[in-house]
Antibody
Framework: QLQLQESGSGLVKPSQTLSLTCAVS??????????WSWIRQPPGKGLEWIGY???????YYNPSLKSRVTISVDRSKNQFSLKLSSVTAADTAVYYC???????????WGRGTLVTVSS | EIVLTQSPATLSLSPGERATLSCRAS??????LAWYQQKPGQAPRLLIY???NRATGIPARFSGSGPGTDFTLTISSLEPEDFAVYYC?????FGQGTRLEIK
């Protein structure tokens, strides 16, 4: 059974870069028909899609975050990563990685990891 | 970008009652709409995809309807474990959520 697990720093200083990794187990990240996304949720608020990387390697980002976001994939390690630069307190959130099926719906989610931006 | 508007923001019902949650899209999205359930401290869970298809393992009391711009998630008879927040989603857009609480 395929599973996703986020990892990375839980505390980031303002203006620095947030870095997270999502490890995929029980299946291949190179499987066709899927994209691999990052979604975040500020405390007590709703869900915000950050971006995805397709199995081909192409990426697409939320326009509101595009200038600060990079999503990459490491096929040898079966994982994908998120970098968000120049963070502020507004970037404090639970960050989820998720698998999107045929660009239609998110059928598999990681448990999420809380990232706090604070000095 | 498509905007999804969910109503009501909060729905207060008792176990055994029927729940009807709405999601309106700013333009037609055909049948490409999904619903998720989120409980405190947990990741969202896919309930319904393509407007009316139940995801694997989702009980039959959950159903969805569409297509077009107006979508509905119906829970036919509420169980105690159904009280949670529900989100609709279309591509990169999420609705703001409906909180289903015990009356």
């Amino acid at each position: 059974q395929l599973q996703l697990q986020e990892s990375g720093s839980g505390l980031v200083k303002p203006s620095q870069t947030l870095s997270l990794t999502c490890a995929v187990s029980g299946g291949s990240i190179s499987s066709g028909g899927y994209s691999w996304s990052w979604i975040r949720q500020p405390p007590g608020k709703g869900l915000e899609w950050i971006g995805y990387i397709y199995h081909s390697g192409s990426t697409y980002y939320n326009p509101s975050l595009k200038s600060r976001v990079t999503i990459s994939v490491d096929r040898s390690k079966n994982q994908f990563s998120l970098k968000l630069s120049s963070v502020t307190a507004a970037d404090t959130a639970v960050y989820y990685c998720a698998r999107e099926r045929q660009l239609r719906y998110f059928d598999l989610w990681g448990r999420g990891t809380l990232v706090t931006v604070s000095s | 970008e498509i905007v999804l508007t969910q109503s009501p923001a909060t729905l207060s019902l008792s176990p055994g009652e029927r729940a009807t949650l709405s999601c309106r899209a700013s333009q037609s999205v055909s049948s490409y709409l999904a619903w998720y359930q989120q409980k405190p401290g947990q990741a969202p869970r896919l309930l319904i995809y393509d407007a009316s298809n139940r995801a694997t393992g989702i009980p039959a009391r959950f159903s969805g309807s569409g297509p077009g711009t107006d979508f509905t998630l119906t829970i036919s008879s509420l169980e105690p474990e159904d009280f949670a927040v529900y989100y609709c989603q279309q591509r990169s857009s999420f609705g703001q959520g409906t909180r289903l609480e015990i009356k």
